[in-house]
């Protein structure tokens, strides 16, 4: 079995290509890479112990991953959206 620390790792990793599939307004979202990574952060989150502050970051990338479709058209939304995915990867 892995680390808590691997895993940690692996779900900054996901969140971070979340943000540069995502971070570009010039370009199409490619919502079924960003869907899966979304997916795959979501179940590292899950072999692992939690901590609270941990659970509270697990619950902000369920939201994201929700709000993706409602903020991707509107740039402004977008970006928005982009720095709060930053803001999870960094409390991380």
Wanted: charged share 30%; with cysteine.
């Amino acid at each position: 079995m892995r680390d808590k620390a691997f895993y940690i790792q692996s779900i900054k990793m996901d969140l971070y290509r979340i943000i540069t599939a995502t971070g570009d307004i010039q370009k199409e979202v490619a919502l079924e890479s960003v869907q899966e990574f979304f997916h795959h952060a979501l179940n590292d989150f899950n072999k692992i112990e939690l901590s609270d502050n941990e659970r509270v970051l697990r619950d902000s990338v369920n939201h994201l991953m929700h709000a993706i479709k409602q903020n991707i058209q509107d740039p402004y939304k977008r970006l928005r959206w982009v720095e709060e995915v930053m803001t999870v990867r960094c409390r991380l």
